[in-house]
């Protein structure tokens, strides 16, 4: 049984000043499995974001469903944890206090908040932060406090946009083992966009590959390296043969996207 169902999900927005619209996911189908770890791939500006907002709740689709566990959804819900590119921690909490917001808000006991908070700072790697506020952290701290307030409200499954286009290769780098390491202990459902081709056969057990705008799903890859991961599997004759394909399709989307803007 699937955990996410998206049946013919589109989107169009309204033009502005009477302009055209803008169709920005062509009717989109995909049935995530529990445990799947699901990387959407794909060129810049071709719905990938939208899709994961419809399915976060924060966007309506024009048209099609989406449900989880079979409960189609209708906005936002804990049980959907969100993680962005943009670091979107409260400036005005510390550490302890961001990871405990949604614990918080369900009216979970301190003592109870405190224990969940004090697991999740030990599993991202933060101990000894638990009391600094965002600005005093890296860029790349501020996204292990993202997952670990996203990861503290036990989501059926965690969407994440791009959560670390904005970090330097090194630190990107060990946040993908951080991640991976994470879901190989909680065997969370994972759908993970982004538009870097390592990153997401490096993490995947299926690729989700879209096409140009208007978006759709052009192919999809089984990424069948073995679990646990380490970064190692990047310098194997596999991994470069899955690269070579998904260079490909994504060079060809790539290559329609700067046509039409030409
Ligand atoms: P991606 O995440 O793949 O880069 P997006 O989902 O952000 O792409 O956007 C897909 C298309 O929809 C783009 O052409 C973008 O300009 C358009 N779009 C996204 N959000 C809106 C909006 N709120 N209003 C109008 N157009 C939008």
Same mark, same amino acid.
């Given at each position: 049984?699937?955990?996410?169902?998206?049946?013919?999900?589109?989107?169009?927005?309204p033009?502005?000043?009477?302009?055209a619209?803008?169709l920005?996911?062509q009717?989109?189908?995909?049935e995530?499995a529990d445990?799947?770890?699901?990387t959407?791939?794909g060129?810049?500006?071709?719905g990938?974001?939208?899709l994961?907002?419809i399915?976060?709740?924060?966007?309506?689709? &024009?048209?099609?469903?989406v449900?989880?566990? *079979? @409960?189609p959804?209708?906005?936002?819900?804990? /049980?959907? #944890? +969100?993680?962005?590119?943009?670091? &979107?921690?409260?400036?005005?909490?510390?550490? *302890? @206090?961001?990871i405990?917001?949604?614990?918080? /808000?369900? #009216? +979970?006991?301190?003592a109870?908040?405190?224990?969940?908070?004090?697991?999740?700072i030990? @599993?991202?790697?933060?101990?000894g932060f638990e009391?600094?506020?965002?600005k005093?952290?890296?860029?790349g701290?501020?996204?292990?406090?993202?997952?670990?307030?996203?990861?503290?409200?036990d989501?059926?499954?965690l969407?994440?946009?791009?959560?670390?286009g904005?970090?330097?290769?090194?630190?990107r780098?060990?946040m993908?083992?951080l991640?991976?390491?994470?879901?190989?202990l909680?065997?969370k459902?994972?759908?993970?966009?982004t538009?870097?081709?390592?990153?997401?056969?490096f993490?995947?057990?299926?690729?989700?590959?879209?096409?140009?705008r208007p978006?759709?799903i052009?192919?999809?890859?089984?990424?069948?390296?073995?679990?646990?991961?380490?970064?190692t599997?990047?310098t194997t004759?596999?991994f470069s043969?899955?690269?070579?394909v998904?260079t490909?399709?994504?060079?060809?989307?790539s290559?329609?996207?700067?046509q039409?803007?030409?």
């Amino acid at each position: 049984m699937s955990r996410l169902s998206i049946r013919g999900v589109g989107r169009t927005f309204p033009g502005v000043n009477r302009g055209a619209p803008t169709l920005a996911l062509q009717p989109t189908d995909l049935e995530v499995a529990d445990n799947d770890f699901i990387t959407i791939l794909g060129p810049s500006g071709c719905g990938k974001s939208t899709l994961l907002r419809i399915v976060a709740g924060l966007d309506t689709p &024009t048209q099609g469903e989406v449900r989880l566990d *079979r @409960e189609p959804v209708r906005g936002p819900g804990a /049980e959907r #944890g +969100m993680v962005f590119q943009s670091y &979107t921690l409260f400036p005005w909490l510390t550490v *302890r @206090e961001n990871i405990c917001f949604g614990l918080r /808000e369900k #009216g +979970m006991a301190p003592a109870q908040q405190a224990e969940i908070a004090a697991r999740f700072i030990a @599993e991202v790697g933060l101990l000894g932060f638990e009391g600094h506020y965002p600005k005093q952290l890296s860029g790349g701290m501020q996204q292990r406090v993202a997952l670990a307030r996203a990861l503290a409200n036990d989501p059926k499954i965690l969407l994440l946009d791009e959560p670390f286009g904005a970090l330097d290769n090194q630190t990107r780098a060990l946040m993908q083992e951080l991640l991976l390491s994470i879901w190989e202990l909680h065997r969370k459902t994972v759908l993970f966009v982004t538009h870097d081709v390592d990153e997401a056969i490096f993490m995947a057990n299926r690729c989700v590959v879209f096409s140009a705008r208007p978006g759709r799903i052009k192919n999809e890859l089984a990424i069948d390296l073995a679990y646990p991961r380490h970064y190692t599997v990047k310098t194997t004759p596999r991994f470069s043969e899955l690269k070579a394909v998904v260079t490909e399709d994504i060079r060809a989307e790539s290559l329609k996207t700067a046509q039409m803007e030409r």
